[in-house]
């Protein structure tokens, strides 16, 4: 078991004047599931699994770790909600939601303990972040990333209640929730025939909220309650792969300055270490470093574990290409 894994599943919730370190079986929050167990063949993967879209075999991927998340507070809720819901005659089954873990594990035992808050995506496709919560209902759509190599993903798994879902159309970003349902979701496209594994994605989105009183809303939605972590590998995808670029980009002359340098080479397994996290070429291009996260999940680059940054080449002409061209690079101040 790795460090991330034991940091997470001792988790309790701290209580005032109580021993933080140790915790009734009541009070802890992450249970390790074994992979073995009845419990997890039986309950866990299977919800997992049924979950997944059509674009993703079961054969496909694997299970390497999974805690279950149980939080009785957060549940009542939960049920609270589901049955402010019956009374009222809207819809009130119990469906899932998925959430890709980026962050420490930490993360994992915040939305453990509080549940998740709204704001914790910094854009979505069907509504105010600030006001609701994103979530994806297939786990192999939390990223728009197309899987071109084995992907190791910590994914969170919700039980949510959809309620009365209002269609809205892409793009509703600053959309405010609508008064009178619960949730929405993104009216269908007119063809899925011919949709990019990106178009999916966001198609795939589900906007959550709870409405408390008349236009005021929950930072944590009580109808979306924390059930399970689960770490799972994914094959590469064969219906939205392509090609591997080679790990050298580039192989040529470099001039900066006075200085020149006869056989350079630019690999992708390497990152530029300079402050600030861009630079601009003498032909006006420019090279921007974006660390990984949730913002290159949304651009669709390649899932990566761990601090690394990724290097985006925006240049006017071909020319200015870093697999062909000789170049000069300067900082913006040098410029």
């Not at 929730?177 to 999916?200: I, K």
């Not at 070429?281 to 940054?309: D, H, K, Q």
Request: charged share 20%.
């Amino acid at each position: 078991m790795t460090s991330e894994y034991q940091a997470v599943q001792q988790f309790v919730i701290p209580r005032k004047g109580g021993n933080t370190q140790q915790g009734t079986q009541s009070s802890r929050l992450l249970d390790d599931i074994p992979l073995t167990s009845e419990d997890f063949r039986s309950h866990y993967w299977p919800i997992f699994c049924k979950h997944l879209s059509a674009h993703q075999k079961e054969r496909n991927i694997s299970a390497i770790h999974c805690m279950a998340i149980r939080n009785n507070t957060l549940e009542e809720k939960f049920k609270a909600f589901q049955k402010k819901l019956e009374d009222r005659g809207d819809p009130s089954e119990v469906s899932y939601g998925f959430y890709r873990l980026v962050g420490p594990p930490r993360e994992t035992e915040l939305i453990a303990q509080h549940g998740l808050f709204t704001g914790s995506t910094f854009i979505g496709d069907l509504g105010e972040t600030s006001k609701g919560v994103h979530l994806n209902e297939s786990p192999d759509l939390v990223t728009p990333a197309k899987f071109i190599e084995n992907t190791r993903l910590r994914i969170m798994a919700f039980k949510v209640l959809k309620g009365r879902s209002n269609m809205v159309g892409l793009s509703s970003f600053t959309l405010e929730p609508t008064s009178g349902f619960t949730s929405h979701v993104a009216r269908p496209p007119p063809t899925a025939d011919s949709l990019s594994r990106h178009e999916v994605f966001r198609y795939n989105q589900v906007y959550l909220y709870d409405e408390c009183e008349p236009g005021v809303y929950s930072n944590v939605p009580a109808n979306v309650l924390p059930f399970a972590v689960f770490t799972v590998d994914f094959a590469p995808n064969a219906t939205t792969s392509f090609k591997y670029m080679p790990i050298t980009l580039w192989n040529g002359v470099l001039k900066i300055g006075e200085r020149r340098y006869a056989d350079m080479t630019l690999q992708s397994s390497g990152g530029i270490l300079i402050k600030p996290p861009f630079f601009v070429l003498a032909s006006g291009a420019t090279v921007l470093v974006i660390p990984n996260g949730e913002f290159t999940s949304l651009l669709a680059l390649p899932c990566r574990e761990g601090p690394l940054f990724h290097i985006l080449h925006f240049s006017k002409t071909l020319g200015d290409s870093l697999l062909t061209g000789t170049f000069e690079p300067f900082t913006p101040e040098e410029k």
